[in-house]
């Protein structure tokens, strides 16, 4: 927590954003409190969405080292038969 200076010169903890918002529902003061719990749960779900977003790249670039097999033999060959399709393409066109 943060700190900060009160009216008497003291040095105290800052309230936490809950805190906050608790004391603006105690004092009545719910304008104020409407803003500061949307500001709570944006707050959340951003960083919920940043986890999930983390754990999704790690998740991809983590497992697409092991599962990418090259078969180079394969290759050749659909490289071949695109060549060919596109040679039969050529004499059917000229």
Do not use: W
């Not at 779900?45 to 670039?61: G, K, N, V, Y």
């Not at 180079?72 to 050529?90: G, K, M, P, Q, Y």
Request: no cysteine.
């Amino acid at each position: 927590m943060s700190e900060i200076e009160n009216s008497e010169g003291e040095v105290v903890e800052a309230p936490s954003a809950v805190n906050e918002l608790i004391n603006q529902i105690t004092s009545g003061d719910l304008t104020n409190a409407e803003g500061s719990f949307k500001s709570i749960v944006q707050d959340k779900m951003a960083d919920a969405l940043e986890a999930q977003r983390i754990a999704t790249a790690q998740a991809i670039f983590n497992d697409a080292d092991d599962d990418v097999e090259i078969d180079e033999e394969d290759e050749v060959e659909e490289s071949e038969e695109i060549i060919s399709e596109l040679d039969d393409d050529e004499v059917e066109t000229a």
